[in-house]
């Protein structure tokens, strides 16, 4: 019988518990190294040629150029953004798909949704907050509404005749014109459509008088004169528009809808995941090509910590839940 010393047994079993770490820790190195190997997927929840898809696609160039990988967007619309935030939610959290989405998607939709097929504060892990998009009020150009003053007039004399137009139920240009409504004191009727293309299509022949809508997608039309801005939803002026009132100024005291767009994965996203792609983000917002565009579409670059993110996320849901009761918003 073969007789063991104790203390050459715990000799031997701390050198094998440690040749184990060593092991594990080359592994997790090589895996951390090795990520992306491939594609990364950003899921857009509403329709391309909106200002949440330009951005999106400016950042995902910028991001390619970072992680060294190809970066597709891919446009899941509908629902009020639900369709793709579900795709999200039920796709692998291996670190190759993500969702950029505004702040109706991931903080007011639960509000007005009692039914909804997630929960932004359990269901994803939040990446970056990306950037903040001031929106801008603007009106058909062939009709006589050029100042908040004169779209008020046109309503009062036109009642019951007057709409406005939206990305659809429950996006940001809806819950910003719900609110411009309540606390200005008008109605006008909704008119949601599948995405801002189709409904520009009938704002500029005037077929709908107004929409709220992002600075990259407005200013073009600005410039061509076939839309009037009337005012800006932020608290400040924009500096692409710097004529443009904010629409406190311009007779809503009080008013701020400030949206913002950010990204976020499926919960059990690996952390070493979330953490690389963090930092690719807040590395492609400081790179100066994506400063140029950003500054170009009127939006306002923030680039912060998941930690951070989440914590402004929660605060989101509960402001936009009170905001939504206060207006009497509801989703159509």
């Known amino acids: 019988m073969i007789f063991l010393r104790k203390d050459r047994v715990l000799a031997a079993l701390q050198c094998s518990l440690a040749l184990c770490a060593a092991l594990t820790a080359v592994v997790s190195h090589a895996q951390t190294q090795t990520y992306p190997d491939r594609a990364v997927r950003i899921i857009v929840p509403f329709a391309a040629g909106a200002t949440l898809d330009l951005m999106t696609r400016a950042v995902g160039q910028a991001l390619s150029i970072e992680i060294k990988q190809p970066v597709i967007i891919e446009n899941k619309a509908g629902a009020s953004g639900i369709i793709g935030a579900e795709a999200t939610v039920k796709a692998d959290p291996d670190g190759y798909t993500f969702m950029m989405a505004p702040f109706s998607v991931l903080a007011v939709n639960p509000s007005l949704h009692p039914n909804l097929p997630y929960d932004p504060l359990k269901d994803f892990v939040p990446v970056s907050h990306v950037a903040n998009a001031p929106h801008i009020l603007i009106a058909s150009a062939v009709l006589p509404i050029k100042t908040l003053a004169q779209l008020k007039a046109y309503i009062t004399d036109n009642p019951g005749k007057v709409s406005y137009a939206s990305a659809g139920a429950g996006s940001s240009a809806h819950l910003a014109t719900e609110v411009m409504n309540y606390q200005y004191g008008i109605t006008m009727t909704h008119v949601p459509y599948k995405g801002t293309a189709p409904a520009y299509n009938d704002l500029i022949p005037g077929r709908v008088a107004v929409m709220i809508d992002g600075a990259a997608a407005t200013l073009p039309r600005i410039q061509s004169g076939l839309v009037i801005p009337l005012g800006v939803t932020s ?67 923030v680039g912060d910590d998941p930690q951070t993110f989440g914590t402004f996320m929660k605060s989101e849901v509960a402001k936009w839940k009170q905001v939504v009761q206060d207006a009497h918003v509801k989703a159509d």
């Open 235 to 301: 608290a400040k002026r924009i500096a692409i528009l710097p004529d443009v009132p904010t629409l406190a100024e311009a007779g809503i005291k009080g008013y701020e809808v400030n949206p913002w767009y950010g990204l976020v994965a499926p919960k059990g996203t690996p952390a070493d995941r979330i953490a690389f792609m963090n930092t690719a983000i807040k590395n492609s917002l400081n790179s100066n090509e994506l400063k140029k565009k950003f500054s170009e579409m009127g939006l306002d670059a």
